[in-house]
């Protein structure tokens, strides 16, 4: 005969109202192999949940078009103390000649956070330089969208190809010149620590990786361009009819989750089994697209003579040898990202009016309950009126709103989300931008 449970073995129906059994915790992080269950948390009042919310998540917003009519808001969220969140989002107003404008981006990293801190700066850079040569070429001219896609595109694989050129270049004649090189002398150019450490933050770089959903909105607010690569998503609220919504997922993710995208590393590599071992590149890492992650995209001498020459680097490269030894015609990991086009049309209906771009993480919390978190979070969006004397006043931050209901909508599961007592983290990283369109 199977024995029960212990009489004295804690009984979900019979916990006290502060603590909470690892089912109760959103999204795929948390589970029973974290216990002892139940754990405790500290229960908030709705204004506490709120505000400790916000400190945590630490929400920005930033007002754009010619009357400031528009405004995206953002947080990065990660509530367990000892992690330091690998998300990171950009919102910014580009100035190209005399005409602005608005870029928003999700960027989720992986394997540490130097990479997609670089992205976030340094990505609205070069789209904005790219956009400048644009604008040249074309006299101040409105510009065809398919071509602004195609040059929003190469802006990001040019981003994502400085990474390891900049690299290559401090050795003339490339990664030849430096298979010629002792150990010693490669040692001695990367880690230049003690004299600003320029060329190893260069090759840091390569070591990491970050996926990135980028939003491009043109200066007459008519147009909208969405680069992807990974697994962030990208959602359009659309108003029907007064008060009634529409949504629509807007992304596809570049992982092993897609299909077309396993067919095409394969396609891309014939011959070449081990290629994707399950549903990883390499058996090694799930994105398909991406920045950095340069390990995957150039030769392995790339990474055995530089990348481990590099300290503090990785001491350890039995790990990297494990995908390194399949490594034979790279790049696996692509990072042309899958732009798409979306006009922007007052008059037309159904009218796009919020954009929502979000980490896997906040995609996680919600589970198969996106439609019913956005149908929540829509229904705390007064409608838009101004006061007397003609002011509109200012909201809530969307992406705070949206984050609340995401971990339930109430103060009990907000709570449990943000205070639960345990040693690792219980939630993935979430970042968050909002749109209004």
């Keep these: 005969m199977l024995a029960g449970p212990s009489s004295s073995a804690p009984q979900k129906e019979d916990q006290p109202p502060s603590v909470a059994w690892y089912d109760e915790i959103p999204g795929s992080i948390c589970g029973p192999e974290d216990g002892p269950w139940p754990r405790a948390f500290t229960n908030l009042t709705s204004s506490e949940a709120w505000d400790k919310l916000s400190l945590v998540s630490d929400p920005q917003s930033l007002a754009y078009g010619t009357g400031k009519e528009w405004r995206a808001d953002a947080l990065n969220f990660q509530p367990f103390p000892g992690a330091k969140s690998q998300d990171r989002y950009a919102m910014q107003q580009l100035r190209v000649g005399d005409r602005i404008w608005t870029l928003t981006a999700v960027f989720d990293g992986h394997l540490g956070d130097a990479t997609v801190q670089h992205a976030a700066y340094h990505v609205p850079i070069i789209v904005r330089e790219f956009l400048e040569d ?47 090189m002792p150990d010693q002398q ?46 962030c998503q990208g959602v359009m609220v659309s108003e029907t009819a007064p008060q009634v919504w529409s949504y629509e997922v807007l992304t596809r993710v570049h992982n092993g ?35 950095g992650d340069t390990p995957f995209k150039q030769p392995p001498e790339f990474t055995r003579r530089l ?9 350890d490269t039995s790990l990297w040898e494990e995908f390194l030894v399949r490594n034979k015609t790279p790049p696996y990991i692509s990072a042309m990202p899958e732009v798409t086009h979306f006009p922007l ?41 101004r006061d007397h004397s003609g002011t509109m006043p200012i909201p809530p931050n969307r992406a705070l709103q949206l984050l609340w209901q995401g971990l339930g909508g109430e103060s009990v599961s907000v709570s449990k989300a943000l205070t639960l007592d345990l040693d690792v983290p219980w939630l993935d990283d979430i970042t968050i931008v909002v749109q209004s369109l």
Aim: aromatic share 8%.
């Design 345 to 385: 049309d007052r008059l037309q209906r159904p009218l796009r009016r919020y954009l929502i771009l979000c980490s896997d993480g906040f995609t996680d919390i919600c589970g198969q309950h996106r439609r019913s978190v956005i149908d929540r979070w829509l229904r705390t969006i007064p409608p838009v009126a």
């Design 134 to 180: 644009l604008d040249k070429k074309h006299g101040g001219r409105v510009v065809p969208p398919p071509l602004v896609a195609d040059v929003f595109s190469s802006a990001i694989r040019a981003f994502d190809d400085a990474i390891a050129n900049d690299v290559l270049e401090l050795f003339p004649g490339g990664l030849n010149a430096a298979m010629e």
């Design 307 to 315: 990348l481990y020459n590099l300290f503090p680097g990785s001491n």
């Design 186 to 231: 490669i040692h001695s150019i990367l880690n230049d620590q003690y004299v600003g450490g320029k060329n190893f933050e260069r090759a840091r770089l390569c070591m990491y990786g970050t996926t990135a959903l980028v939003a491009l909105v043109d200066p007459d607010h008519t147009n909208l361009w969405l680069a992807n690569l990974g697994d």
């Design 257 to 291: 989750q897609n299909n077309r995208e396993v067919e095409r590393v394969k396609r891309e590599h014939p011959g070449e089994p081990d290629c994707i071992i399950d549903g990883r590149v390499l058996g090694a890492i799930a994105p398909f697209r991406c920045l």
